[in-house]
């Protein structure tokens, strides 16, 4: 049984092929001012990703996203949850671009696949993680007007109140990315994760 995202795939997202809407910009094709910033992101990651480069078209939009990554980066929230957060939005928005982007990192931070599979599902195996996925989740799903109920459930999983503002924050930035990689249709530059999922 296949199970699949609460947003239904458009025909143009089904497409094997899909041409990005707006040009990566690279390293070799960069201004100066883009090209500073695409060192830093190459220096750090080791590699450039297509979405980073299609923000790029606009420095100031790339530089915001990148002070907002970085103090989100830097919070009290593990990087195996901020993963697992990431993969219940993008799910949840249908972005196959950032489901699989995640899919990598998360793998990256020590996630395994039975537990990203959870993540997906908006759940996991570890119990205080998925009051945070599941929080994530109704952040997502109801654009932050979550119940009383749902927001004292994840207060009860033990989050401070920094760590709950630290949700919202990455609930929100990856909104963002969602929608940047499915409006402009960036070239998916990981390994390909598919939006429909087996059946546990």
């Known amino acids: 049984m296949l199970i699949k995202s609460r947003h239904p795939l458009t025909r143009q997202t089904q497409r094997d092929k899909i041409m990005s809407r707006i040009e990566t ?3 070799d094709t960069a201004n100066v001012d883009q090209q500073t910033l695409l060192d830093a992101i190459q220096g750090k990651l080791g ?3 297509n979405f980073l480069g299609v923000l790029a078209h606009s420095p100031d939009a790339l530089r915001a996203f990148l ?3 970085g103090i989100a980066e830097g ?5 195996q949850t901020r993963e697992r957060i990431a993969l219940v939005i993008a799910q949840g928005n249908g972005c196959q671009y950032c489901v ?3 899919t990598a990192i998360g793998r990256n931070a020590g ?3 039975d537990e990203m599979e959870a993540n997906r ?5 570890d119990a205080r993680a998925a009051a945070a ?5 109704a952040l997502n799903t109801h654009l932050g007007d979550v119940t009383q109920v749902e927001f004292d459930a994840v207060r009860a999983a033990g989050y401070s109140d920094a760590e709950i503002v630290e949700i919202v924050v990455h609930v929100g930035m990856n909104i963002l990315t969602n929608i940047l990689g499915k409006s402009t249709q960036v070239e998916i530059d990981f390994p390909k994760v598919s939006l429909e999922r087996q059946a546990a």
């Not at 919070?75 to 990087?79: E, K, M, N, T, Y």
């Not at 599902?121 to 195996?125: A, I, L, N, P, W």
């Not at 996925?133 to 989740?137: E, I, K």
Request: aromatic share 6%.
């Open 25 to 27: 910009i690279t390293q």
């Open 47 to 49: 590699m450039v990703p």
């Open 67 to 69: 002070g907002l990554y």
């Open 75 to 79: 919070g009290a929230l593990d990087p």
């Open 100 to 102: 699989s982007a995640h």
């Open 111 to 113: 996630l395994s696949g």
């Open 121 to 125: 599902s908006g759940s996991s195996q």
């Open 133 to 137: 996925v599941a929080f994530a989740s």
